[in-house]
């Protein structure tokens, strides 16, 4: 990649690949540090620009710098900062220049450097971090650009690939299948049995995809009342189970009970009362909270938590075999923007300047009557050269890389140089 | 103008909106160009029944050939109102291969226009045959998405998610689908054998035949699929039940039409 006017892109981070959680915890950065930390870096003139991607797998800091040895200068002021040492910091961490840098971010918008591969949120969070690097004044020309750009490329993967298609976690799995017997799964009444971490992680589900009749049972009423409230749901007691089977479309069983909680005759018994509309049961219990025999009553479908989990690891195989469409995506994206930021330098911009003036010219010399051309000529030339010294001088004596590249991108948009 | 060749060119855009549909299966977005296909197929195979029907002077399905044609192509002319109505756009690669079938057969069975004899002409006839065959179109759709179900059905079970499994609507909608598909095939053959055992009294003053006993039969077995669709069977017992009435239907065109009727006899 060219690198105008010496100015070079780099990313310094640690992920959940790179370094221990140790390490990542003290390289986490709430919102306000974000911005201390960007506006010391650009004051004490290791970037002229940055942004820091911060979230919970993954910390970046995105810079434009003057030299390609930045990243030492960067590894330290984080040591400083953070009060790390400095050799474990490199060592737990990655450092890219140029168009490493650049690729790695669009890969990181895209989801394709996730833990959990094509998850959508890191698009939030990379957008997220624009803003946050505008707020502290951290970001111009360049790093604002390509950070619009690679959330443009990642949305671009999650609209043509599938990556983002198959869910991952064990909650979306069940509810797809159950989306597959009923209609419209909203409007089902969704019986949680359990008020666990897990019944709570699939009421928190049912609640977020919109279920308007969510009923919790507990064997401690108290717990279903409070996990009820904190998803919108209702409580039902413990008791009164058997009955509630009659009404429940979807039943979730995730209690602690050595024994079923659910048994084949109650199932019977509901399926008589509710005049054989299906049953989808999910048990994500061990041992199992809904005897097994279930399955093999007319209508009713149950799943036990390996079934999901085969699902899950099928899903992920199914967004890894995405994998090259999205980085062929990606690299079209790529070289676009490495066209626009390699065009950023002053030889090419004031070439394309004196082409276009060129241009305007003759469009009014043959307008002009054919005696006159060649004096118009000459003064139209001289006029030129007068007009463009002085800007051109000043361009070329600017010592401050990004004050210089945001010139550069001031003329090309003025002039309209980046047309087609 | 030539009637083979417009009856080839719609099974030929028949073909092509089968390929069309599967493409539009398999992509994740899109709707392609397959009802397009489908209804300038529609619109031939039209024009190709109304040649044949001057030619014969009366409608065209006193013939075999032009019977299945217009199989075909009520069938076709279902699957476009379905798509319009519920946007399933799943359904279609599995029901357009029974259009071009129908299609295909109308076309090669020979068509040798006979004179037309008095008991095959009159509003009464036409509408007894038209509804007899829109209901076993409807009966053949309720074939399709009953196969479609007990697919369906068996990839929640063994929690198989492909591509299928995500295109192919939820159980409740293929059930109430196929529903619509049999009540409408049950009204068309009761109201189409009433207006048979009214015609046959007219022009032989009597109405016994094997054609008749198998139509009743067939609605017997439809008319207990609908209620037991209503009290506790509904789901894959109402699926497979589908699955034996279209033998029925099958049959009852096939070979009762051709060995034991002799009233249904094509002349």
Excluded at chain 1, 256 to 263: F, G
Excluded at chain 2, 192 to 203: C, Y
């Amino acid at each position: 990649m060219s690198a105008p006017n010496d100015a070079h892109l780099l990313v310094l981070g640690w992920n959940f690949r790179t370094a221990e959680g140790a390490v990542r915890e003290r390289v986490a950065f709430t919102s306000d540090e974000i911005k201390e930390g960007l506006k010391g870096l650009v004051d004490r003139g290791l970037v002229s620009e940055g942004v820091i991607v911060s979230t919970c797998h993954r910390s970046e800091i995105y810079g434009l710098s003057a030299g390609e040895s930045a990243g030492e200068a960067l590894t330290r002021f984080v040591s400083e900062w953070r009060g790390l040492d400095p050799a474990r910091l490199a060592g737990a961490g990655f450092h890219r220049v140029g168009e490493e840098a650049a690729r790695h971010l669009f890969r990181v918008a895209a989801g394709l450097d996730s833990m959990s591969l094509g998850e959508s949120e890191v698009l939030g969070q990379v957008r997220k971090a624009l803003l946050l690097a505008r707020e502290a004044g951290a970001t111009r020309t360049v790093l604002h650009r390509l950070f619009e750009w690679a959330v443009a490329a990642g949305k671009r993967v999650r609209a043509e690939t599938e990556i983002g298609m198959h869910p991952l976690s064990i909650p979306a799995i069940g509810f797809e299948l159950a989306a597959k017997v009923f209609d419209d799964l909203s409007a089902r009444t969704i019986l949680v049995l359990g008020a666990g971490e897990t019944g709570r992680l699939f009421a928190r589900h049912a609640s977020e995809a919109g279920a308007t009749d969510l009923r919790i049972a507990n064997r401690t009423a108290e717990r279903a009342v409070e996990a009820a409230a904190a998803v919108g749901g209702r409580a039902v007691p413990w008791g009164s189970v058997a009955q509630e089977l009659g009404d429940a479309d979807v039943v979730v069983g995730a209690t602690s009970s050595p024994e079923a909680v659910v048994r084949r005759e109650d199932v019977e018994a509901a399926m008589r009362r509710r005049r054989g509309r299906p049953m989808f049961f999910l048990d994500l219990a061990v041992p199992r909270d809904i005897e097994s025999s279930v399955a093999e009553i007319y209508n009713v479908f149950l799943h036990g938590v390996n079934d999901l989990e085969e699902v899950a690891e099928e899903n992920r195989r199914r967004r890894a075999r995405e994998v090259p469409l999205a980085e062929a995506i990606l690299e079209e994206e790529l070289h676009r923007f490495l066209a626009w930021f390699g065009n950023l330098s002053v030889v090419p911009t004031v070439t394309g300047l004196r082409e276009r003036i060129a241009q305007m010219r003759d469009a009014e010399l043959a307008r002009a009557p054919a005696a006159d051309r060649e004096r118009l000529r000459e003064f139209a030339d001289a006029l030129a050269a007068r007009l463009l010294h002085e800007p051109m001088r000043r361009l070329k004596a600017e010592t401050d890389p990004s004050k210089k590249l945001d010139r550069v991108e001031a003329i090309r948009h003025l002039f309209d140089l980046d047309r087609e | 103008m030539d009637w083979h060749l417009l009856g080839w060119l719609a099974v030929l855009l028949y073909a092509l909106a089968e390929v069309l549909s599967i493409v539009a299966l398999l992509r994740p977005r899109g709707w392609g160009a397959a009802p397009a296909a489908l209804g300038a197929a529609l619109v031939l195979q039209f024009v190709d029944l109304e040649v044949r029907a001057r030619a014969l002077g009366s409608v065209p399905y006193r013939t075999l050939a032009g019977s299945m044609s217009l199989f075909g192509w009520m069938l076709g002319v279902a699957y476009l109102i379905l798509l319009a109505r519920h946007r399933e756009r799943a359904i279609g690669p599995f029901l357009i291969p029974f259009v071009i079938l129908f299609s295909t057969v109308g076309l090669l069975i020979p068509f040798r226009p006979s004179p037309p004899r008095p008991e095959t002409q009159g509003v009464l006839f036409a509408l007894h045959v038209t509804l007899a065959i829109l209901g076993y179109a409807a009966f053949t759709l309720s074939f399709v998405l009953s196969l479609l179900y007990l697919i369906q059905s068996r990839q929640i079970r063994r929690a198989r998610t492909g591509v299928l499994f995500s295109r192919l609507p939820a159980l409740e909608v293929i059930g109430r689908m196929n529903r619509t598909a049999v009540s409408i095939g049950v009204a068309a053959l009761l109201v189409s054998v009433a207006l048979g055992a009214v015609w046959a009294r007219r022009v032989w003053s009597g109405v016994g035949d094997a054609k008749l006993a198998w139509a009743v039969f067939t609605l017997l077995l439809y008319a207990f699929l609908l209620w037991k669709d209503r009290h506790g069977w509904k789901g894959q017992r109402v699926a497979v039940l589908s699955l034996v009435g279209f033998g029925l239907v099958i049959f009852s065109y096939t070979f009762v039409n051709l060995y034991f009727s002799h009233a249904h006899t094509f002349r």
